[in-house]
């Protein structure tokens, strides 16, 4: 334990007031000549935001001063929360609310302090205000350069930014209107008055096909391009297979295994075969590949897969982990050519049960690339697909077969299923959205997803018993709270789930998914209950994984994406060859999994980000068109509505113009204060295309029926308003004889 260390245990466990650096310096008895010491850790961790220094130069911990140091996290509408840190003095109330007003000027990223100003009542967070900036992040402001005459702005595409930034005249660097640029921060925002910046670089004019994905990965820092001496290092380690390489390795080149992935799959990382045993049980082979042999540890390859930590797949093209010379090449399972895996070969019963296993350092060479579409086709009896692929007939009745029991018994224990569709949006060659579809999901997409799962399960089953350091996969259960409100929402639409004071069986919750299949409810209460429970992530700890009711799991089967799956295909290997080092490798896990798991919560949101634009791009030249539409979920400001093709608007409350309507928070629904008309989630509804902005991503709907102008709903606002301020003058007049007959009494 470090002095710093001991010095901020001290003060979190005994200090009951607030003291002077003197008055530590006795109660540790420091000694004299390290006084000097001691009052540089002092201001160091003042300077850190883990202290705090009052006006009267006495020193507390941020909690005995009501006091949070964490993270700002900044919203479009200007408010924002402050993440506490970790041990860094913060209770167990969670995230703290920060008003627009109560900002001082923080901007997403920065590290703050701020002072709680009223405490958690039932659903409602802390709310604070931040009195400090302890650490400014490094803020890349990558916008719209828009001029007026003299004045000008960056309007960030990163919509964690709730402002626009100043920019000088001279701070332009010849940026021109619509110009996407890249500015760094100069002065913080105060008031009403907007920070400053200047810009830095000129990624191009937002009119330029593929500029407007590319801003929005400048904006979140991802690294999209990779330097020359990594590529060099990928093509010195990418050399064909050699006889060397498969020396003591397992070999299965004369079996029969294929690949099943998507039509424009390029990077095919996992290859299966299942076999019939003479005892009736199934051979399940999944073999994945040794990505691990090509990417040496803590090399430039590997540093930087580390950093990206996963790869990343947008509207228009996919962000790599590797270098495709790699991702594409070499660790690619291509058909007819031998490659160096990693497989788990299970013996599975009749029930689903893995009864045995084995995971071997191997070398393959796959016998046939296979596509979804295809093996759908071939399970569902299509003639002209099984006679091209007679030879794989036989083992992907196999698979379909196998599919089916390993899906009934992840039902049956209780793994949750939510049925949200995907969008697949279609581009033309200048990355202009020309359809937005829902995307498919055949047999064979579930045949290898439930391969894949077992597969998964039984690795990290297999490392938990060997007692060695590991990155799990996990899922924690829900909170107690959370899920008894949730029990609370759903009991008026006439459901229920078992509970033990909010302890929950996942049993339950899959249960509950399954019964809404259809109903108009489906989609509301599966939206609710998936935003009840904690979000999966990476750990070094087995926590389990509460959505698959599962004991152990972990990602093993795409190294080639995902770092996570890299290092425990290294940590296998290292336990195969007797070369671990246990010591280091806990360590490692720990931080590969925090790291991973931050890298992919940023992947998603840039993800979810860019397939937003595209659709509010798609829906900016319809404006004006009508649609059916289904009624998804219903707040205070408004009822946001899915098309068939999953796009979704929001009709805003401001835009219902026949009536003023009320939001019912226990049912979730909105209501006509005069006509009675009352909008559900799940009602079918016809919409027109209001708004589109591609840059914002959003796209605003209004009623069919409503009307184009809004007399009628100024109308019943109007008469609202002067019904409340006819009410306001009468108690005032009533209030006012009271006091004056009082005044004569006495």
């Known amino acids: 334990m470090t002095q710093k260390e001991k010095i901020l245990g001290f003060m979190k466990e005994n200090m009951k007031i607030p003291m002077t650096a003197e008055e530590m310096a006795v109660m540790l008895s420091v000694p004299k000549q390290n006084m000097t010491e001691f009052f540089n850790i002092m201001e160091e961790l003042e300077r850190e935001g883990r202290i705090v220094k009052t006006k009267k130069k006495r020193y507390a911990t941020g909690a005995l001063l009501g006091l949070v140091t964490g993270k700002f996290i900044g919203n479009e509408r200007g408010f924002g929360f402050v993440e506490p840190e970790e041990n860094g003095g913060a209770d167990n109330f969670g995230d703290?609310?920060?008003?627009?007003?109560?900002?001082?000027?923080?901007?997403?990223?920065?590290?703050?302090?701020?002072?709680?100003?009223?405490?958690?009542?039932?659903?409602?967070?802390?709310?604070?205000?931040?009195?400090?900036?302890?650490?400014?992040?490094?803020?890349?402001?990558?916008?719209?350069?828009?001029?007026?005459?003299?004045?000008?702005?960056?309007?960030?595409?990163?919509?964690?930014?709730?402002?626009?930034?100043?920019?000088?005249?001279?701070?332009?660097?010849?940026?021109?209107?619509?110009?996407?640029?890249?500015?760094?921060?100069?002065?913080?925002?105060?008031?009403?008055?907007?920070?400053?910046?200047?810009?830095?670089?000129?990624?191009?004019?937002?009119?330029?096909?593929?500029?407007?994905?590319?801003?929005?990965?400048?904006?979140?820092?991802?690294?999209?391009?990779?330097?020359?001496?990594?590529?060099?290092?990928?093509?010195?380690?990418?050399?064909?297979?050699?006889?060397?390489?498969?020396?003591?390795?397992?070999?299965?080149?004369?079996?029969?295994?294929?690949?099943?992935?998507?039509?424009?799959?390029?990077?095919?990382?996992?290859?299966?075969?299942?076999?019939?045993?003479?005892?009736?049980?199934?051979?399940?082979?999944?073999?994945?590949?040794?990505?691990?042999?090509?990417?040496?540890?803590?090399?430039?390859?590997?540093?930087?897969?580390?950093?990206?930590?996963?790869?990343?797949?947008?509207?228009?093209?996919?962000?790599?982990?590797?270098?495709?010379?790699?991702?594409?090449?070499?660790?690619?399972?291509?058909?007819?050519?031998?490659?160096?895996?990693?497989?788990?070969?299970?013996?599975?019963?009749?029930?689903?049960?893995?009864?045995?296993?084995?995971?071997?350092?191997?070398?393959?060479?796959?016998?046939?690339?296979?596509?979804?579409?295809?093996?759908?086709?071939i399970v569902e009896g299509d003639e002209e697909k099984r006679e091209r692929s007679s030879d794989l007939v036989e083992m992907i009745g196999r698979m379909a077969e196998l599919r089916a029991i390993l899906r009934k018994k992840r039902v049956s224990r209780g793994s949750i299923d939510f049925n949200f569709d995907e969008a697949r949006i279609v581009l033309d060659e200048n990355g202009k959205p020309i359809d937005i579809v829902k995307r498919e999901r055949g047999v064979s997409n579930s045949m290898i997803e439930e391969f894949m799962l077992v597969c998964n399960e039984t690795v990290a089953e297999h490392m938990f018993w060997l007692n060695i350091p590991f990155v799990y996969r996990v899922h924690e259960e829900p909170d107690p709270d959370t899920m008894k409100e949730f029990a609370k929402f759903i009991a008026p639409l006439g459901y229920s789930i078992k509970h033990s004071n909010g302890k929950v069986h996942p049993r339950e919750l899959a249960a509950l998914i399954r019964s809404l299949t259809g109903k108009r409810e489906e989609m509301i209460i599966s939206s609710v209950a998936l935003r009840s429970l904690m979000k999966a992530r990476y750990s070094n700890e087995n926590l389990g994984h509460f959505g698959l009711a599962a004991k152990y799991y972990c990602h093993f089967t795409s190294p080639i994406r995902r770092y996570p799956d890299l290092c425990i295909h290294r940590i296998i290997k290292d336990h195969l060859n007797g070369r671990l080092n246990v010591k280091k490798l806990a360590a490692f896990t720990a931080e590969a999994a925090k790291q991973s798991s931050d890298r992919e919560l940023e992947a998603v949101d840039l993800e979810r980000t860019i397939e937003d634009m595209k659709k509010a791009e798609f829906m900016h030249d319809r404006v004006g068109d009508v649609y059916p539409a289904v009624i998804t979920s219903i707040t205070p400001f408004g009822m946001f509505a899915a098309l068939e093709n999953t796009i979704e608007g929001l009709i805003r409350l401001a835009d219902l113009n026949d009536d003023y309507y009320i939001y019912d928070e226990k049912s979730r629904s909105i209501s006509g204060e005069h006509n009675g008309k009352t909008f559900l989630v799940g009602e079918t509804i016809e919409i027109r295309v209001a708004r589109a902005d591609p840059q914002s991503g959003k796209i605003d709907f209004v009623l069919n029926t409503q009307e184009t102008n809004q007399n009628s709903r100024r109308k019943a606002f109007l008469k609202k308003h002067r019904e409340q301020v006819k009410t306001k003058k009468n108690t005032k007049i009533k209030t006012a004889k009271y006091l004056k007959k009082r005044q004569k009494k006495h």
Do not use: W
């Open 96 to 377: 703290v609310f920060i008003g627009a007003e109560n900002t001082d000027g923080a901007l997403h990223g920065d590290i703050v302090m701020a002072k709680i100003i009223t405490k958690p009542d039932g659903d409602r967070r802390r709310e604070g205000e931040i009195v400090k900036i302890v650490q400014s992040a490094e803020h890349k402001i990558v916008g719209r350069f828009t001029r007026n005459g003299t004045t000008g702005f960056v309007v960030p595409v990163y919509r964690r930014y709730a402002t626009d930034f100043y920019i000088e005249p001279g701070n332009r660097n010849g940026a021109q209107d619509g110009d996407m640029v890249v500015a760094e921060l100069l002065k913080r925002g105060s008031g009403k008055k907007n920070p400053e910046a200047k810009i830095i670089s000129v990624i191009g004019n937002i009119n330029t096909p593929g500029i407007d994905i590319l801003s929005v990965i400048e904006s979140r820092s991802v690294p999209y391009e990779f330097d020359e001496d990594i590529l060099n290092a990928a093509k010195h380690a990418a050399k064909t297979v050699s006889p060397k390489d498969t020396e003591g390795r397992l070999d299965l080149r004369s079996e029969q295994i294929i690949t099943i992935d998507g039509d424009d799959a390029k990077d095919l990382d996992d290859a299966v075969h299942v076999k019939k045993l003479e005892n009736g049980r199934f051979e399940l082979g999944v073999h994945i590949a040794d990505v691990g042999n090509y990417v040496p540890v803590g090399g430039k390859i590997d540093r930087e897969a580390y950093l990206r930590g996963t790869s990343v797949y947008l509207a228009d093209r996919v962000i790599p982990m590797l270098p495709e010379v790699l991702s594409n090449g070499i660790c690619s399972l291509n058909e007819g050519e031998d490659r160096l895996t990693l497989s788990v070969i299970m013996e599975i019963d009749k029930n689903g049960v893995v009864v045995d296993h084995k995971i071997y350092e191997s070398v393959i060479c796959s016998s046939k690339r296979m596509t979804y579409t295809d093996v759908t086709a």
